[in-house]
């Protein structure tokens, strides 16, 4: 009994080495920051609960922080003693980082605001976007407020929060390549690129992480020495490299390298001493509020976007889906464990603390548990677009009870209602599969089925040398690629047997290939607002009459047919030697992946013809 004591002394000795080892910010000597808090706030909120400033600490991948375990979050829970915390706060589908720092900060499911991670690394969020983030709520009703966003992941501050709004965008700047050694000896290392590496040898030698999180925390700190904005975004991202990866590269030796003790993964020691560094830093921004005596007119909250199993997230098993939410302030209940709440819910919570209104294009509300007068909580409204928005927006109604009788009889049908992918066709044909697959809230009708890396799979559809016909509504930001929406080919080339139905940025390409080098390939220009919302594709291939066509929302899509691709698919066979997925190529392994949603899938055996188009866009009530 003694030696397991020891041992448990030990090693929670260990940790709390390591965590000093591997992470930390000197703290700063206090200065007067030259704030004036005597001022009148311009917004209309009842005195006892307005704040004049939110400070958001977002933590990537670090889930429910261990439920508060005294063992990893030490400062976490002596902030938090007298707030009020949820450790099942639900985030959005799919859990990745994009959608779900996007609903934190737009107010809306990944459904409406469409962000993910590839569009928000090559695309600004547009200003005049129906569902603004809370950084241009504020902006709009104040134009003087200061507001800052410090982030390690650079992304957030391109593609999730909005230019020109009045926002201090601070992310790490670039530097020479190679190991450098900065005054507390420890050495980094900067990529060929610039960017400054996760990895890094502290002065004892020891790789840790996150050296990103250790700098965006100084950064913070410099920031309020000089300036403490009405809101504060923080983003720190140790604990989702801590669970992503096994091994570590070091100096661009390879992922082969122990780090914080041990291999990495979500749930392992080495995770949990990686949440127990962040909760270090999270401390110390902490205290710089308490330092420049400004916590009583502070909301303070710490939350993160997801958790993880193994090295991936995006699924909804418990361990990624559920997060931690505290807040701590003047108003917030003491010691209170808070209701029913989503991530979104954190953009309606920001507003509410400074007295600003919500957007009516928010699903955000106030939940109960967290301020003293909030003793019920709204119904989350269906965002309401704008009249530039109106064109694609569809509020979701429950699937009919029925599909119209159409000329041609139904192989398949899919209407993804309530996470199921089972056929209702009456056919019972065989769906299997692959990768990250996560049911939407709202679809067109009744739920819908999210795309992330995943696929459902129709290992028995050969269609051979008959007509066929695909009809399904699809929500999407679009691609830089040309991922497989639909396909039973190898996509690595045309020429490949089978058939593909591909999105690209501007068009959507449809690509036969008979395996001795003939193909034919047909593009189809997307509609410009077709980012938008929802988007109804048909597909009818007629093999008598050597011919393709798409329809966009129910209207013939003109089509241009590539040079010296051309095959007449008279007698040729569209059966390949793969199943035909949905969300991927045959397959299954295409790099890129078609990112969005799809809604009420329809394979028919045989070429609709304008009257069953005609006849499914009254279904449809368009």
């Known amino acids: 009994m003694k030696k397991r004591l020891f041992a448990i002394l030990a090693v929670l000795l260990a940790i709390a080495t390591l965590a000093v080892a591997c992470g930390g910010v000197k703290p700063a000597t206090p200065i007067d920051n030259g704030n004036d808090d005597s001022g009148e706030n311009k917004q209309e909120a009842p005195s006892d609960y307005h704040y004049k400033y939110v400070a958001i600490i977002g933590v990537d991948g670090a889930g429910d922080f261990h439920r508060g375990s005294n063992e990893y979050t030490p400062n976490i829970n002596r902030i938090f003693a007298n707030g009020a915390v949820t450790y099942r706060a639900l985030t959005e589908m799919p859990s990745i980082s994009a959608q779900c720092w996007g609903s934190l900060m737009h107010g809306v499911s990944p459904n409406y605001h469409r962000l993910n991670n590839g569009s928000i690394a090559a695309n600004p969020y547009p200003t005049d ?102 809101l504060l975004y923080v ?43 962040t909760d270090e830093y999270i401390g110390q921004i902490y205290d710089k509020y308490k330092e420049l005596g400004v916590l009583e007119d502070t909301l303070f909250i710490v939350t993160a976007d997801h958790g993880g199993n193994d090295h991936s997230h995006g699924k909804a098993t418990d361990s990624e889906k559920y997060i931690m939410f505290a807040a701590t302030g003047k108003t917030v209940l003491q010691g209170n464990v808070i209701g029913d709440m989503m991530i979104r819910d954190t953009s309606a919570i920001v507003t509410y603390a400074l007295g600003f209104e919500n957007p009516s294009t928010w ?13 019920t909580a709204k119904e989350r409204s269906i965002p309401v677009a704008n009249s530039s928005d109106s064109a694609r927006y569809h509020e979701t109604s429950a699937t009919p009870a029925e599909l119209p009788k159409l000329s041609q009889s139904l192989y398949l049908y899919l209407p993804l209602d309530n996470g199921s992918y089972a056929d209702a066709s009456g056919n019972d044909q065989t769906i299997t599969t692959g990768g990250d697959l996560y049911s939407l809230e709202d679809g067109y009708y009744g739920n819908s089925m999210g795309f992330g890396d995943g696929y459902l799979s129709l290992p028995d559809y050969a269609p051979g040398t008959g007509d066929f016909s695909v009809s399904f509504w699809i929500n999407t930001v679009g691609t830089p690629n040309d991922p497989a929406v639909i396909s039973n080919k190898d996509w690595t080339s045309g020429g490949n047997k089978g058939w593909v139905l591909t999105l690209r940025e501007n068009d959507i390409k449809f690509n036969v290939g008979n395996g001795s080098g003939s193909r034919r390939d047909i593009t189809f220009k997307l509609p410009a607002d077709y980012r938008d919302g929802w988007m109804h594709i048909i597909l009818t291939v007629n093999h008598s009459e050597n011919q393709i066509k798409l329809y966009y929302d129910f209207q013939e899509a ?65």
């Open 129 to 230: 976007s129906p569902y603004p983030s809370i950084f241009r709520v504020i902006h709009e009703a104040d134009p003087d407020a200061k507001m800052a966003s410090i982030v390690e992941w650079e992304p957030i501050n391109y593609g999730i929060v909005e230019d020109g709004i009045g926002v201090d965008k601070i992310t790490l700047p670039n530097e020479k390549p190679g190991i450098h050694t900065d005054s507390d000896g420890n050495q980094y290392y900067v990529k060929v690129d610039g960017k400054v590496d996760h990895a890094y040898k502290n002065s004892a030698g020891e790789i840790c992480l996150d050296y990103r999180d250790l700098q965006v925390t100084k950064l913070t700190l410099d920031y309020l020495d000089k300036t403490v904005p009405t």
């Open 235 to 277: 983003h720190l991202g140790g604990p989702d490299v801590a669970g992503e990866y096994g091994g570590i590269s070091w100096a661009g030796s390879g992922a082969n390298n122990q780090f914080n003790g041990g291999w990495g993964g979500f749930g392992t020691e080495p995770y949990w001493k990686q949440v127990k560094i």
């Open 558 to 622: 003109s089509g241009t047919t590539g040079d010296g691709q051309n095959m007449n698919i008279s007698g040729v066979s569209f059966n390949s030697n793969y199943p035909l997925n949905i969300g991927q190529d045959g397959t299954g392994n295409l790099f890129y992946h078609m990112s969005g949603a799809m809604d009420d899938i329809i394979i028919f055996n045989g070429a609709l013809t304008d009257a069953d188009v005609a006849a499914l866009k009254t279904y449809y009530g368009k």
């Open 363 to 375: 699903s955000s509300r106030v939940p109960v548990g967290l301020f003293k007068e909030v003793t």
